[in-house]
């Protein structure tokens, strides 16, 4: 408690290798006063880690954390911000497909598990076709993310330990950020989590439990990768360090009975795969668009070595949320060789390995939300190191207690600035960057409602490529899958910006609207140049009157015009609130226009 005491009595800040520690923060505060009631719960505990403790359990720190953490997710999820472009495409195939349907190529270049989807599809049959309802099933996948990290550390760490992991879980930032998202990221960590302690538990089995254990475990994986991609992913490690444990103990029949599950947990991949997993795989336009997240085809291991390099900082970033990359990937490396908890630090590293491994062979890509499945399993590396730091601090000093007090303080810390590094930016992120009235800048949700609100028979509705979800969304338009049109017979056309004469002369936007009495415009998802917003406004209102614009967000943005030049117009010329000085010079080329389809 002597850090708490410190802190209270008046702060410090002192530098320590390089790295300032300094209580005056508010990170820092929290921080400290966690770690000194950690280190007190290790130095009380009454029995040995993983066998159970006597004293009160819910007021442990790891405990508290824990449920802060799940407080977090709760009060996101119940916040219901808007929905961004990728979950409005996830939700457009869960609302206008059957159960059936849903094991086709997805709308949109969407895919997801087969299983996960079933859930959502239920979730919206059940509960609605509203934000809180098909957020629903991420939340609960984060919050069992959060207490299995809790159950880790309380069966197979001390008190110090165990409250790192579960600080990391709980706050880091892009875990905590997708953990509330319509896609199908917080099963992928889940499963990435919960696999490899499973595969810890199994290995541990005496020669009486483990068949059950086995039986678990393989009744487990078979369904898991239905749900869960990250699942899927960590699997071979676990299958990997299930054999060669079985096959040191030598009995065949173990051996054979690891056999017959493993090929239970293929065949139900096989149908898996076969069912909807094989349209992702074959998918041309994924396939091209995730180029940038592999090595390079050619140029050989050193070309390889060096791309690999060039990701630690940026991975460490996002998905790790942390700017200490160099303290991050050495503390987790340090905890997965230190621990002694050897399965547990080899299943971690070999999750780990993994990830890297798949973009090498180029099967899954190294890029941020794609890689979370196998961020706990980092997480974990770095409270290992801290549940070192807590072992060496417990040993009895003899003639060279020094040295282990040494690199017990080294140990605390390094593992001290990356969980506060990583506590400072989760905090920060909900703080700063979740608003709950928009999403990345846009609020669709009521920029949409705003339109369709001033939309009357025979209107044409305009937006962008992928400002169309939103519009399909909530909107509620183009329910069928070749529908172009509102219900009550209004075209929905896509704005594109071209240089090209012959589009200009063809399918100019300006005459596509002749003979159409209004227009209800939207942008939303800046999928087109920073100008283009004031083009369209211009081309819209050379031909009609503004009657109702308005901004959403720093992003969204919708105007009704009257295209008729005698209407009422409100403004003249009609002008968005942060639209360019200059105006636009006839080399911008036209605005044209196509037929709104899904893709």
Request: hydrophobic fraction near 50%; charged fraction near 15%; glycine fraction near 8%.
């Amino acid at each position: 408690m002597w850090a708490l005491g410190i802190f209270l009595s008046g702060g410090f800040n002192v530098r320590v290798f390089g790295i300032r520690i300094s209580s005056q923060s508010p990170y820092r505060a929290a921080m400290f006063s966690l770690a000194s009631a950690a280190i007190a719960s290790t130095l009380h505990t009454a029995q040995p880690t993983g066998t159970g403790r006597s004293y009160r359990g819910w007021l442990r720190p790891e405990w508290i954390v824990t449920a802060f953490g799940v407080c977090l997710l709760i009060w996101q999820w119940s916040a219901a911000r808007p929905m961004w472009l990728d979950e409005q495409m996830i939700a457009l195939n869960l609302r206008d497909r059957t159960f059936w349907d849903l094991s086709q190529p997805l709308s949109f270049d969407q895919s997801a598990p087969f299983g996960w989807l079933l859930l959502e599809r239920i979730a919206l049959l059940g509960l609605g076709a509203n934000e809180l309802a098909l957020r629903l099933a991420p939340a609960l996948f984060g919050i069992a993310t959060l207490l299995c990290a809790l159950m880790i550390g309380l069966r197979w760490m001390s008190p110090v330990g165990a409250t790192a992991f579960a600080l990391l879980c709980s706050f880091g930032q892009w875990l905590s950020f997708y953990a509330v998202e319509l896609k199908h990221y917080s099963a992928d960590t889940f499963g990435g989590l919960v696999l490899p302690a499973l595969t810890v538990w199994v290995a541990e089995a005496d020669a009486n439990s483990v068949r059950t254990r086995l039986a678990v475990w393989g009744a487990v994986v078979a369904v898991a990768h239905w749900f869960s991609i990250g699942a899927l992913l960590v699997t071979p490690a676990c299958a990997a360090l299930l054999a060669v444990v079985i096959m040191r103990s030598r009995p065949r029949p173990r051996v054979l009975y690891l056999c017959g599950i493993a090929g239970m947990c293929a065949m139900s991949f096989g149908v898996h795969y076969a069912v909807a997993l094989r349209y992702a795989r074959e998918s041309e336009y994924l396939r091209n668009f995730w180029q940038f997240a592999y090595p390079p085809a050619s140029g050989g291991a050193v070309a390889t070595l060096g791309w690999l390099r060039d990701q630690l900082d940026d991975f460490a970033l996002k998905p790790g949320g942390t700017e200490l990359a160099v303290l991050f990937w050495a503390s987790a490396a340090a905890g997965f060789v230190l621990t002694r908890r050897r399965l547990l630090g080899s299943i971690a590293a070999a999750v780990v390995f993994s990830g890297f491994l798949f973009a090498v062979l180029r099967l899954v890509p190294l890029y941020e939300r794609l890689s979370l499945w196998f961020v706990p399993a980092l997480y974990l590396g770095v409270a290992l190191f801290a549940d070192s730091a807590a072992s060496l601090m417990r040993q009895p000093r003899g003639r060279w207690g020094w040295v282990s007090a040494g690199m017990a303080a080294v140990a605390a810390i390094v593992t001290f600035e990356v969980c506060s590094d990583v506590f400072r930016h989760g905090v920060d992120d909900v703080r700063s960057f979740r608003p709950v009235g928009s999403n990345r800048s846009t609020d669709d949700r009521t920029a949409v409602l705003w339109l369709m609100n001033h939309r009357q028979p025979g209107d044409v509705v305009v937006t962008t490529r992928l400002g169309l979800p939103a519009v399909m969304w909530y909107g509620g338009l183009m329910r069928t899958k070749a529908a172009a049109e509102s219900h009550d017979g209004g075209p929905i056309l896509i704005a594109e910006h071209s240089s090209s004469e012959s589009e200009c002369s063809t399918t100019q936007l300006r005459e596509q609207l002749k003979g159409r009495p209004r227009v209800l415009a939207y942008l939303g998802f800046q999928d087109f140049p920073a100008w283009f917003d004031d083009q369209l406004l211009q081309t819209l209102t050379d031909g009609g009157s503004v009657v109702a614009m308005r901004h959403f967000g720093s992003q969204s943005r919708a105007v009704v015009v009257v295209l008729d030049r005698l209407s009422g117009s409100i403004r003249e010329p009609p002008r968005w609130n942060d639209a360019a000085d200059e105006p636009l010079s006839q080399s911008y080329g036209c605005v044209t226009a196509r037929e709104a389809r899904r893709w």
